[in-house]
């Protein structure tokens, strides 16, 4: 069975940097295709980032390109999100998911089955 847990939010001021990551426990990581998706106070879930099972390919929501970097580590079992120049409407609890070995874009969080707690990021201005 599959369990993720994320790990590394925080509090950080507007322009601030950092790194979340999200521990995969169960079979085969690699055949796995990873997402980030974040939800706002009182907002839906949005879809940030995904990564493909190999790694070769990534998406991401246009509003974090060129700010958010998702990468995987096939060795340890993670995948981490690097969010840098941040801004107050990042503001969100943060989620990784998993789905077995699907194409990219893969943007709906429906197609998810299984999901880590969440971490809660915040930046003020």
């Known amino acids: 069975q599959v369990q993720l847990v994320e790990s590394g939010g925080g509090s950080v001021l507007t322009g601030d940097s950092l790194r979340l990551s999200c521990a995969f426990t169960?079979?085969?990581?690699?055949?796995?295709?990873m997402g980030w998706f974040r939800q706002p106070p009182g907002k839906e879930r949005e879809f940030v980032a995904a990564i493909s099972w190999s790694g070769a390919s990534t998406d991401y929501l246009e509003s974090v390109k060129g700010r958010f970097t998702i990468s995987r580590d096939q060795v340890k079992s993670t995948m981490s999100l690097q969010l840098n120049s941040l801004k107050p409407e990042d503001s969100a609890v943060y989620f990784c998911?998993?789905?077995?070995?699907?194409?990219?874009?893969?943007?709906?969080?429906?197609?998810?089955?299984?999901w880590g707690q969440g971490t809660q990021v915040t930046v003020s201005s």
């Open positions: 169960g079979p085969d990581f690699t055949q796995y295709t």
């Open positions: 998911a998993a789905v077995q070995r699907t194409w990219l874009p893969l943007r709906n969080a429906g197609m998810y089955p299984t």
